[in-house]
């Protein structure tokens, strides 16, 4: 591929990445009434770490311990997680509530809509081919950031996943590229 056209993908992706995060950004926030890693946090517990620690949902988000506090604080006093008595009975376990899952699957959808309505124009074939070249481009961010934690640094922003749709992903039926990634690396 010739360096101008090198240049041009590189700005095209570049701008649809800035216009699909300010999309999503905006639709869970106002969905989560949180900004930030609010809505990503909501999502997380819902979908694999409710009952897990502070210390684990702080890995997924990416935030600091005290910046982890102060939004579970924040989700705690909006009636969407609870803290309980951990596995150990020392430590806490971060528990969603009823009304804490109606939000975050409400993040989940608003995430989709938000999604969906920039790939509305594409066909089926269309769609079909981002799918399988946006499994092929995951594999590769999941390899690098495997990488970095490899030498101790956490990725930005936290874990790919964090505002997933499990089922939608395929991750229980063992289609998640990002899941078959690091379980390949693993192995």
Do not use: K, Y
């Not at 639709?27 to 949180?34: F, K, L, M």
């Not at 890693?37 to 694999?48: C, D, M, N, R, T």
């Not at 005290?66 to 989700?75: A, H, K």
């Not at 939000?103 to 809509?113: C, H």
């Amino acid at each position: 591929m010739a360096a101008d056209t090198d240049r041009r993908l590189t700005n095209l992706v570049g701008a649809f990445a800035l216009a699909l995060t300010d999309r999503v950004r905006e639709a869970t926030e106002a969905t989560a009434h949180h900004t930030a890693a609010g809505p990503s946090a909501l999502v997380a517990l819902h979908e694999f770490v409710d009952g897990r620690s502070l210390e684990e949902l702080r890995q997924v988000v990416g935030l600091t311990h005290s910046g982890t506090v102060r939004l579970v604080d924040r989700l705690a006093e909006q009636g969407h997680v609870e803290r309980r008595t951990g596995r150990d009975g020392r430590s806490v376990a971060l528990v969603l509530t009823a009304r804490g899952r109606r939000v975050a699957q409400r993040v989940i959808d608003a995430r989709a809509q938000a999604i969906d309505a920039l790939l509305t124009n594409l066909s089926d074939d269309e769609r079909s081919a981002l799918a399988a070249l946006t499994e092929r481009l995951l594999a590769a961010v999941t390899e690098d950031r495997l990488g970095e934690r490899a030498r101790g640094r956490l990725p930005a922003g936290g874990w790919l996943c964090r505002q997933c749709d499990f089922d939608a992903c395929g991750r229980p039926r063992g289609e998640c590229p990002i899941a078959n990634t690091a379980a390949a690396r693993i192995a």
